[in-house]
């Protein structure tokens, strides 16, 4: 039976993500449960009362060629192992886009498994790049400038100036910021900002630790020097570096020597193609020209 998640299933779904995500750091679940999760957000399937299926779809105003559509961002479709191959993640997730294509324009899943997602719709539309930095591949410069723990007032500030140059990303907040601080942290990560001579926030990036190397998850910067500073800051944490950035950040210029990986990051699923068509005035017949008419790059760094 499927149904939309109550408070009594809390536990229940929360042990399902740490059966089934056993390479998510459990750090970043106890977060998610402490700080975003919420049952209306979940649908799970039950079998003798039991929860032996959960997903997760999270509401998110999507900002696109100067709209904000109503979308949401597919995740944690999880089945308890032994439960696995009786059909429980494919019902669950058939009732959650049914929910959606009623509901809203756009919906968003990660592109962990883009083949299986294909079959309902979905299409890969958004790649990021990863390049993988030493000191050798970075110019070595003071840290002046840089502070740990910058206010989510200041993190809002230049990530609004950032994002100008970008489309098709989720409209943010303070409350965002005041989340991902605390999401940061709950993994025992840093966030390290840049400021210039006048106090003023040029960057900031998030910096995870993952053994011997370091993932810069997010960097919002607004010129090369900010970019430099907040790269070095965190080669001080660790000597291998792996930056995330959007694809159209073409950082080879400023690092020509390092390795630079593109992945699939983002698909998204378009339910309603006559109406999107009406609302930009356009010839749609596939997710593909849905966002070619995209007047800017797209930068979606969300993961829920």
């Not at 059966?19 to 209306?40: H, L, S």
């Not at 949401?72 to 009786?86: G, V």
């Not at 005041?178 to 910096?207: H, M, P």
């Not at 995209?294 to 930068?299: F, G, H, Q, T």
Request: aromatic share 12%; proline share 3%; hydrophobic share 40%.
């Amino acid at each position: 039976m499927i149904e939309r998640a109550n408070e009594a299933v809390t536990l229940e779904v929360k042990n399902i993500w740490k059966k089934c995500f056993t390479n998510e750091d459990a750090r970043y679940i106890e977060y998610f449960f402490n700080n975003v999760y919420q049952p209306e957000y979940v649908y799970v399937a039950k079998e003798e009362g039991q929860v032996v299926a959960s997903i997760c779809r999270i509401p998110h105003a999507f900002v696109f060629n100067h709209r904000v559509l109503q979308a949401s961002m597919i995740s944690k479709l999880a089945e308890l192992p032994e439960k696995r191959k009786e059909g429980y993640a494919k019902e669950l997730l058939e009732t959650v886009l049914d929910a959606c294509e009623h509901t809203e324009l756009l919906t968003l899943i990660q592109a962990d498994h883009p083949e299986f997602y294909k079959q309902y719709g979905f299409e890969s539309v958004y790649t990021r790049c990863c390049y993988t930095l030493t000191r050798e591949n970075v110019k070595r410069i003071t840290n002046y400038g840089c502070a740990y723990e910058p206010s989510p007032l200041d993190m809002l500030k230049v990530y609004s100036s950032f994002i100008r140059r970008f489309n098709g990303f989720y409209a943010r907040d303070i409350d965002y910021f005041v989340r991902l601080k605390k999401e940061i942290t709950a993994r025992g990560g840093k966030i390290v900002a840049y400021y210039n001579g006048k106090n003023q926030i040029q960057g900031y990036a998030t910096i995870l630790l993952e053994g011997k190397e370091a993932k810069v998850e997010e960097c919002i910067y607004l010129n090369a020097m900010a970019l430099t500073k907040l790269v070095n800051a965190a080669l001080q944490e660790r000597a291998i570096i792996n930056l995330h950035v959007s694809e159209a950040e073409n950082l080879s210029v400023l690092f020509p020597d390092a390795e630079k990986k593109e992945y699939a990051s983002v698909m998204v699923r378009l339910n309603d193609y006559a109406l999107y068509a009406r609302l930009f005035n356009e010839k749609i017949k596939d997710v593909g020209d849905a966002f070619k008419i995209s007047e800017k790059p797209l930068n979606l760094n969300e993961f829920i």
